[in-house]
C-alpha cells in the first residue's frame, strides 16, 4: 500500500510540473523570463515554508553546513528553468517536456565523470539508445528554416526553442548532479529551501533589466506557475518517503501524457509523430536502464545472503 501511494504522489507531483509549464507557455512570452523565475519561485516558498512547519521546526530543516553548494545547485538549476521557459515561447509544451528527457541521459555521463561514479555496461546502452530518441525528436525541429545573415547565423523558432530546451536539459543535470552530493550532507527541505531562495533573488535582480506589470490572467498564470511548482517539489520528497526512487523513477514520463492532454485542451497543440516516437524511445531505454540494474542489484542480495 505505502509504494502503491508513493507512486500516485510520484503521478500528481509529474502532473503539478506539468501545469506549472502551462502555465508558463500560457503567457506566451508576454512577461519577461527572470520575472516568470521570480514569481515561479517566490510563490513557491509559501507552500514549501507551510510544509517545512508542520514537519517539525523550519530552522531545523533549513540547517545547512554546505553554502557553496547551494549555490552551485541554484545557478545550475536558474538555468535550467531559464533556458526550458524560453523554450516554451517558441515550442510547445509536448515538445519541451520530450526534450527535457535528455537531462537523466546527460546526467549520467556527467556523474560518471564529475562524481567518478560506476557505469555498468547496461547504463551506457541506455544512454546510447536515449540519445538515439533524442536525436529523432531534434531532427524534426532543425531541419527547416535557417537562414545566413550578415550578422551571423539564425534559426527558425522551433530550432531555436530546441536549443533552448537541450541547454536546459544541459544545466537540469548538472543540478542533478549537485543534488546528489548534496544529498548525503543536507535535508530535503534545506536543498528546496534554499534553491528556491536563491532563484527568487536571481530573478528579482533581473527588475533592473525591465519588468512588465503583468494584467489580469497574467496573474493568475504567474501565481499558479508558483503555486503548482512549490506542491510538484514537495510531492516529490513525499513520494520517496513510500517508494524506492528506483521504484519511481519510470513515471517522470507521466509528463509527457499530462504534457499532451494539456495541450490539446487548453493550448490547442500536439506534439509530431517523432517527438512522440523519440520521447517512447527515451522512456524504454530510461526504464531498461533501472530494470536492469534491480536485477544485479537482487543478483548481489541473493550472493551476499
Given at each position: 500500500m505505502n509504494a502503491k501511494f508513493g507512486v500516485l504522489l510520484k503521478i500528481m507531483s509529474a502532473l503539478c510540473a506539468t501545469l506549472m509549464l502551462a502555465c508558463v507557455k500560457g503567457l506566451q512570452g508576454s512577461i519577461p523570463t527572470g520575472e516568470v523565475i521570480f514569481f515561479r519561485s517566490f510563490v513557491a516558498l509559501f507552500p514549501l515554508l507551510i510544509w517545512l512547519k508542520m514537519q517539525g521546526?523550519?530552522?531545523?530543516?533549513?540547517?545547512?553546513?554546505?553554502?557553496?553548494?547551494?549555490?552551485?545547485?541554484?545557478?545550475?538549476?536558474?538555468?535550467?528553468?531559464?533556458?526550458?521557459?524560453?523554450?516554451?515561447?517558441?515550442?510547445?509544451?509536448?515538445?519541451?517536456?520530450?526534450?527535457?528527457?535528455?537531462?537523466?541521459?546527460?546526467?549520467?555521463?556527467?556523474?560518471?565523470?564529475?562524481?567518478?561514479?560506476?557505469?555498468?555496461?547496461?547504463?551506457?546502452?541506455g544512454v546510447g539508445v536515449g540519445f538515439s530518441g533524442i536525436l529523432l525528436m531534434l531532427a524534426a525541429n532543425l531541419s527547416a528554416g535557417s537562414a545566413f545573415l550578415s550578422a551571423g547565423f539564425m534559426m527558425n523558432g522551433a530550432a531555436l526553442g530546441t536549443v533552448f530546451a537541450l541547454l536546459a536539459a544541459m544545466c537540469s543535470a548538472t543540478s542533478n548532479v549537485q543534488i546528489r552530493f548534496l544529498n548525503g550532507v543536507e535535508s530535503p527541505g534545506a536543498i528546496v529551501f534554499y534553491f528556491s531562495l536563491m532563484t527568487t533573488l536571481i530573478g528579482l535582480a533581473t527588475l533592473a533589466f525591465g519588468w512588465r506589470m503583468p494584467e489580469g490572467r497574467q496573474w493568475f498564470l504567474l501565481i499558479g506557475c508558483g503555486f503548482f511548482g512549490g506542491v510538484a517539489q514537495i510531492l516529490v520528497t513525499l513520494g520517496l518517503r513510500y517508494a524506492d526512487a528506483s521504484l519511481l523513477a519510470p513515471f517522470d514520463y507521466t509528463t509527457l501524457v499530462w504534457s499532451m492532454v494539456i495541450g490539446y485542451l487548453f493550448l490547442d497543440s500536439l506534439p509530431g509523430h517523432s517527438t512522440v516516437l523519440g520521447a517512447v524511445i527515451v522512456a524504454l531505454a530510461g526504464i531498461f536502464t533501472l530494470w536492469c540494474d534491480q536485477r544485479q542489484r537482487k543478483g548481489r542480495m541473493m550472493r551476499s545472503s
Open positions: 521546526s523550519v530552522r531545523q530543516s533549513i540547517k545547512t553546513k554546505n553554502i557553496p553548494g547551494h549555490l552551485v545547485r541554484g545557478f545550475s538549476g536558474t538555468g535550467g528553468m531559464y533556458f526550458n521557459y524560453l523554450a516554451l515561447v517558441y515550442i510547445s509544451l509536448a515538445d519541451a517536456t520530450a526534450i527535457s528527457y535528455a537531462a537523466p541521459l546527460f546526467t549520467l555521463v556527467m556523474a560518471a565523470i564529475l562524481l567518478k561514479e560506476r557505469v555498468r555496461f547496461s547504463r551506457w546502452l
